[in-house]
């Protein structure tokens, strides 16, 4: 069945600094799409990329889709205590049965002062 | 506007009972999909509802069931709850365009812990 990795599995960053979150599908994808979860929360809609080299910007959050829409990738450039949490990449793949959206197991982000 | 909503928030049960777990989609939502979070890992997907039917399902055994409601709420009813049901139950909605990409907008979870 469909897979979708992310590495890393945890980020440790001082803050202000950059770094860059990376996902990988092994089916080709209708949509990626990027997740927050906060600890103890559940997640939170960030974004969702649709076109072949999608590139998308929030603030100082940058979303890529890859070309062979089977990869993405989040940057985070100073980063900031607030942006600690887990953020997820989730693939949607479109089928006449309907929809299903798989989870990437997230990067956990710790940002030391 | 009410977003996603899901009762219990907290639950505790042992193991060989039964739990019914209840969402009501995001105001304008007609689809409901069903996720397990373990501690420390990415939502896996249960399944999906729409149209009071099931539409998708992941890799769950039957043990895990669901229904949907005339006004597209849903139920995720779990039975003979093993200790490895454990876990954050998520409930996540998105209006069904037939191919069209969708946003599913997450509720606040149940957590469910078997004893």
């Known amino acids: 069945g469909q897979q979708v990795m992310q590495i890393p599995q945890y980020q440790h960053v001082q803050e202000g600094e950059d770094f860059t979150t990376y996902c990988n599908s092994s089916?080709?994808?209708?949509?990626i799409q990027w997740y927050k979860q906060r600890p103890g929360g559940h997640p939170v809609f960030l974004i969702q990329?649709?076109?072949?080299?999608e590139v998308k910007k929030q603030k100082r959050l940058t979303f890529q889709f890859g070309e062979a829409k089977k990869n993405s990738s989040l940057h985070i450039t100073a980063t900031q205590t607030t942006d600690v949490g887990t953020y997820f990449c989730?693939?949607?793949?479109?089928?006449?049965?309907?929809?299903?959206?798989?989870f990437g197991g997230g990067t956990r982000v710790l940002v030391k002062p | 506007d009410a977003g996603v909503t899901q009762s219990p928030t907290h639950l505790i049960k042992t193991r060989g009972q039964q739990v019914t777990l209840r969402c009501s989609p995001k105001?304008?939502?007609?689809?409901v999909s069903w996720y397990q979070q373990a501690l420390g890992q990415g939502p896996q997907f249960i399944f999906q509802?729409?149209?009071?039917?099931?539409?998708q399902r992941g890799n769950f055994p039957d043990r895990f069931s669901g229904h949907q409601f005339p006004n597209y709420s849903s139920e995720l009813n779990v039975n003979a709850l093993l200790l490895g049901d454990s876990a954050l139950y998520l409930c996540?909605?998105?209006?069904?365009?037939?191919?069209?990409?969708?946003?599913?907008?997450f509720g606040p979870g149940t957590r469910l812990l078997v004893l």
């Open positions: 990329l649709v076109k072949s080299g």
């Open positions: 996540a909605s998105s209006l069904t365009g037939r191919g069209i990409a969708e946003t599913q907008y």
């Open positions: 089916t080709t994808l209708s949509n």
């Open positions: 105001s304008g939502h007609d689809t």
């Open positions: 509802y729409y149209e009071e039917e099931e539409r």
């Open positions: 989730a693939g949607l793949v479109i089928k006449a049965a309907g929809n299903k959206l798989t």
